[in-house]
């Protein structure tokens, strides 16, 4: 494990511009859902004239109505992009912004009730099986090309159809606070493992006083990504796939921090299966390290009154960390499919893409853009670090999170492992019972 000084230059990327890598060596592509699920049988709206092709003096005057939920910075960066479009093509761009609580639940509303919007931001497709406008026939079959592999994915129901356009990509990671570190006089390495990261941790903790050594989200999202570095995941391909031994042996070092009080206990106990974010622990300078995600970069620019970086995810069998993102979608039974689908490929080409992760701290889904690279206006050598592990992140993480049954499975991964906080259960236990869940919740599907 080769050290490192505390310095800027040192612990981030060295190039101004943010590459990604070749698109064979990403799997791209979500807070917390991720699973696109799929499109069911529905016929997806009929035919559509190729958005190349069409007469765009036909779409003058119409509108398009767009249920959106924002992350914070991309708000205003979809307003300016909404703003381009409704130019050009002479329409206007009905936004609703709804919490990202509701997002689902409002849509399911709407579609019952024979209200579809024409196009909607989502975390995940599979609650919408049967409703997503296909969109082949307005895009082409090759579209899915001008994505990165992993995110072709989600894109795509099980029959290869176009469902979906992922529209940013996020990716957990951990941060560290480098003050803390300094004052300890513990420096950081370039790369580590899981038991030199709590090692180091621990050190800090111990020389500064700090309340913790490492937190993270309560989240099955970022439990996954302990699984993932440990070499198993809970679902593969629609079918379960959790190593119960591979699972126990990953998740040990986190079990043995929360037994010793140097990792947060209670908030496994709190409010169910809900997320909660342990960023304020990390704001308060209460922790030295904290696995979070890209998303965190923004707010901690703004609040963190101490010196802080990002740092490579740890290994365990593999490295890298859990992708996710979210996705655009349009409604077979929205009033405007023609408008819908020319949206949608506008909203997504290169140069909006381009504008909208660079505002809002995203990572792009576009394979010309993987190849090219972005430049972040903040952070964009911290954004480095989390685009860098991308290339690390095993392609069966990106099939994870994209599987239909993903979220039922997080959620009973948060409630076996909180199981396994309060001393209901131990670990090997809890991992056999979360495997037996996850069978049924296959089964079930």
């Not at 709190?270 to 904290?290: C, I, W």
């Not at 802080?308 to 593999?318: D, F, R, S, Y």
């Not at 991964?413 to 996850?438: H, P, Q």
Request: charged share 20%; hydrophobic share 40%.
């Amino acid at each position: 494990m080769s050290r490192r000084t505390v310095s800027r230059s040192r612990l981030t990327p060295t190039r101004r511009t943010v590459t990604l890598g070749g698109t064979a060596a990403i799997a791209a592509t979500a807070l917390a859902a991720c699973n696109p699920g799929g499109s069911g049988d529905g016929d997806g709206g009929g035919e559509g004239e190729p958005v190349a092709e069409q007469d765009t003096a036909a779409l003058a005057g119409k509108s398009v109505s767009y249920l959106y939920f924002t992350d914070g910075p991309d708000e205003q960066a979809t307003r300016d992009l909404i703003a381009a479009f409704e130019q050009e093509y002479d329409v206007t761009v009905e936004l609703e912004i709804v919490p990202f609580a509701d997002i689902t639940t409002t849509l399911q509303a709407r579609l019952s009730g024979g209200q579809a919007p024409d196009v909607a931001r989502v975390a995940a497709t599979a609650p919408f099986a049967g409703d997503l406008l296909l969109l082949d026939d307005y895009l082409g079959a090759d579209y899915l090309e001008q994505f990165t592999e992993g995110v072709q994915v989600g894109m795509a129901d099980a029959d290869g159809r176009i469902h979906a356009i992922a529209s940013d990509l996020t990716q957990n990671g951990p941060f560290v606070n480098t003050d803390l570190f300094e004052q300890a006089g513990v420096a950081l390495p370039e790369s580590w493992t899981w038991e030199e990261m709590v090692d180091l941790a621990t050190q800090v903790q111990e020389a500064t006083g700090t309340e913790f050594a490492f937190a993270m989200d309560k989240s099955g999202h970022r439990l996954s990504t302990i699984l993932s570095q440990g070499g198993t995941y809970l679902v593969q391909d629609s079918s379960s796939s959790l190593d119960v031994a591979a699972a126990a042996t990953a998740l040990q070092p986190l079990v043995d921090m929360i037994e010793a009080g140097t990792s947060p206990r209670d908030f496994w106990l709190d409010s169910g299966t809900k997320y909660q974010g342990a960023n304020e622990v990390f704001l308060a300078q209460q922790v030295p390290v904290y696995l979070s995600g890209n998303w965190q970069v923004a707010q901690f620019d703004e609040d963190a009154e101490f010196g802080w970086a990002t740092m490579p995810n740890p290994t365990q069998v593999v490295g890298g960390g859990f992708p996710g993102g979210k996705f655009m979608v349009g409604f077979a039974e929205g009033p405007e499919n023609q408008l819908a689908a020319t949206f949608l490929e506008f909203m997504n080409s290169t140069e909006s893409q381009k504008s909208f992760i660079s505002a809002s701290a995203f990572m792009p889904t576009r394979a010309d853009l993987t190849e090219s690279g972005v430049e972040y206006p903040v952070r964009n050598e911290e954004m480095g670090i989390f685009v860098d592990d991308l290339a690390e992140t095993p392609t069966e993480a990106y099939a994870a999170c994209y599987d239909a049954n993903f979220d039922a499975a997080a959620q009973e991964f948060v409630a076996e492992f909180a199981e396994v906080v309060s001393g209901n259960k131990d670990l090997a236990t809890a991992m056999e019972d979360l495997r037996a869940s996850i069978d049924a919740i296959v089964e079930q599907a």
